[in-house]
C-alpha cells in the first residue's frame, strides 16, 4: 500500500478548446495552488482529445507543472492518467501517475468540483 504524501488543494485559472480534423476536443485547464511537499504550483491538465460524445464520460488526462520548492528550488511534474464523473453531477475524479524531475513518482487521486472550481486531493508514495 502506498503512503500518503499530503494534500494538494488547486484553483481553476481557465480553460483552453481545441479539436483535430475528425471533432475530437482536447482541453488544455490552468490550475494554480498548493501542494504539500511541493510548495507552490503552477501547472495544465490536458484532457483528450475524446470525442464530444463522450465528455460526460470519462477518459485520459495528462499533468505538466511546476512545484516552487522551499528550499527555493523548483521541479517539474509530469503524468498521465484517466478522469471519470459521477452521473448527475459537475464533479470529475482524477487519478494520475506523476513523474517528477528529481526521479521521483508519485501518485495523485483528486476531485474538482464546478461549484466551486477548486481541484483538491491526497498525494500517494508510488
Do not use: C
Not at 19 to 35: K, L, M, V
Not at 83 to 112: C, F, Y
Amino acid at each position: 500500500m502506498s503512503e500518503e504524501l499530503g494534500k494538494f488543494s488547486l484553483k481553476y485559472k481557465g480553460n483552453t478548446y481545441t479539436s483535430n480534423e475528425a471533432g475530437d476536443i482536447t482541453i488544455h485547464q490552468n490550475w494554480e495552488g498548493t501542494a504539500d511537499s511541493f510548495g507552490t504550483v503552477f501547472g495544465t491538465l490536458i484532457w483528450g482529445p475524446t470525442p464530444p460524445a463522450e465528455l460526460n464520460e470519462g477518459g485520459k488526462i495528462k499533468w505538466v507543472a511546476q512545484a516552487y520548492l522551499d528550499d527555493g528550488t523548483t521541479v517539474i511534474g509530469q503524468g498521465e492518467g484517466t478522469w471519470e464523473t459521477p452521473p448527475d453531477a459537475h464533479v470529475a475524479k482524477t487519478s494520475l501517475l506523476i513523474n517528477i524531475s528529481d526521479g521521483t513518482q508519485i501518485r495523485s487521486e483528486g476531485e474538482m468540483a464546478l461549484e466551486t472550481l477548486e481541484w483538491n486531493g491526497t498525494i500517494y508514495s508510488v
